[in-house]
């Protein structure tokens, strides 16, 4: 019996330094991702993510469409959002845009715009935003594109369309963006922009730009 009283106090005590070794693991604990920490009192302290990236999404719309996607995109990935705005307004009757938008296309001509942003440097992501007229993006988004840097900026393309999909936009972009990343674009049908949440979640998990 004396035996077993004089085992028990090294028994308690080995389990006491066993105890107090994971409690030093348990606080001196890292998540995977480095950005949650275990802190000395063993609760978890956020630290700020220092990747983390501004976003605008800027957008012309003429007949809603495309705003309708822009506020979708909006809802998800947070920012600002912003919408280009032509001084001279385009028709409502479609044959007369399609005739306007024709003329600025074959003159390269980019109309003056009523809106303006203060502060582009200070977004590191773009959404663009634009219904397909012959092909390529509308006439005010190639001012919009103009009348910035958008170098070292990641651009994402965004349309409503009629049956061309992204046209030859894409490329005529990077024209006016030589420096800047440009991610895999999003085409809507006009007509389906109400109902395209599913594939705007999807195509904005696709390009990674919010986890």
Known sequence: MKRIYFAIP???????????????????????????????????DTKPDSGTKKILVAYYSHTGN???????IHKIVGGDIFEIQAVTTYPSDYEEVKKRARQELDSGYKPALKT????????????????????????PVKTFL???????KTIVPFCTHGGSGLGRSITDIAALCPHSTILDGLAVWGKNAKTAQNDVSAWVRRIKVKE
Do not use: C, H
């Open 66 to 72: 495309t705003r309708e996607i822009a506020n979708q």
């Open 116 to 139: 303006k942003i203060n502060n582009i440097n200070s977004y590191d992501i773009v959404f663009i935003g634009y219904p397909i007229w012959w092909g390529t993006m509308a006439a």
């Open 10 to 44: 090294i028994i308690a005590a080995f389990l006491v330094i066993i105890g107090m070794q994971a409690q030093r693991n348990f606080t001196t604990a890292e998540a995977e991702d480095g950005v949650l920490k275990m802190g000395k009192t063993g609760e978890l």
């Open 146 to 152: 103009s009348e910035y840097d958008f170098s070292g």
